[in-house]
């Protein structure tokens, strides 16, 4: 199979490293495609074997899938500029955050399109992939994307188009909301005096020790919690607190303004 990245950026190199470290194609067979010409020397290097290209200088392209990882905002321009024609039996896969299959369809008079809302540790591997795709893709051609998405961790088929939104607001945004919960928790261990450095390594240290136990454990969030906190302990101040400032509505309310947000771009 011969793959074309267009957009060369975070996503685009790290979905490439991954179908290269699992074998899924040969190096020969990768064509990465970028906007800004002074990238293509670090690109070359970057990705020895593999053939690396700028946008305007592209009038044909050889490849049986095509990865749209442009940014939302530099669609428009890459589909009005585009020097090239897709043909019938290639297909594409867009990353774009918000942006519907008919509006790709369209802007690239283009019909086999599938579309993926991946998230950040997808850059090593540990991603989170939520897919759809356009109607008359054949269930062996969605298999064999699905085969690609999992090499940069997991991926879930969705019926339904619209649930894209919430899975952007989910997973795509939700390791940003994670990183939130950690610097609030690291800027409250300096203030109670530990080092930085310390504090830096309780936190994360708990945040995996906590993540396998929900993984490996019978008992379900409530219980897991219930655990940690006895009555009238040190948990319990802090979960009185949290629920004193209504810290599930916020979070909730935050999620949900992602999901609207995600609607919004697009239309
Ligand atoms: N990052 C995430 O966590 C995440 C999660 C889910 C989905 N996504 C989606 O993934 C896509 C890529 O995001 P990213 O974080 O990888 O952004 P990024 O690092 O900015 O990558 C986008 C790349 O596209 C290139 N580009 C722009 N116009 C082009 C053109 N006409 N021809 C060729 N290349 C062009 C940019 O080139 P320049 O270097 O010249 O700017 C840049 O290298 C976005 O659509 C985003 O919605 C990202």
């Not at 199979?1 to 685009?12: D, E, P």
């Not at 690396?52 to 442009?70: M, N, P, Y």
């Not at 020097?83 to 019909?111: D, P, T, V, Y």
Request: without cysteine; proline residues 2%; hydrophobic residues 40%.
């Amino acid at each position: 199979m011969k793959i074309a990245v267009l957009g060369a950026g975070n996503m685009g190199t790290s979905f490439s490293k991954s179908f290269l470290k699992y074998e899924l194609i040969k190096a020969e067979n990768l064509h990465l495609i970028t906007r800004n010409k002074d990238k293509i020397r670090k690109l070359n290097q970057e990705f020895p074997g593999s053939k690396v290209s700028a946008f305007d200088e592209i009038s044909e392209l050889d490849a049986d899938l095509v990865i749209i990882a442009v940014k939302p905002q530099d669609f428009a321009f890459v589909a009005e500029n585009i020097l090239f024609r897709f043909n019938e039996k290639q297909m594409l896969l867009s990353i774009m955050a918000g942006i519907k299959i008919e509006k790709i369809q369209k802007l690239f008079s283009h019909q086999k399109v599938v579309r993926a809302m991946p998230n950040s540790p997808s850059l090593l591997g540990m991603g989170i992939t939520g897919y759809t795709a356009a109607e008359g893709i054949s269930f062996s051609e969605l298999m064999q994307i699905e085969r690609f998405l999992n090499s940069t961790g997991r991926s879930v088929y969705m019926e339904d188009e619209n649930l894209l939104d919430g899975v952007t607001a989910l997973s795509g945004s939700g390791p940003a909301y994670f990183y939130y919960i950690v610097d609030a928790m690291i800027k409250a261990g300096t203030e109670m005096g530990i080092e930085e450095n310390m504090a830096k390594l309780f936190v994360k240290q708990t945040m995996l020790g906590a993540y396998h136990l929900i993984n490996n454990s019978e008992k379900n969030l409530e219980q897991l919690i219930s655990d940690v906190a006895s009555k009238g302990g040190t948990t319990e101040a802090a979960l009185k607190t949290f629920g004193e400032n209504d810290l599930k509505g916020i979070i909730r309310k935050g999620i949900l303004a992602a999901e609207k947000r995600s609607e919004e771009l697009s239309r």
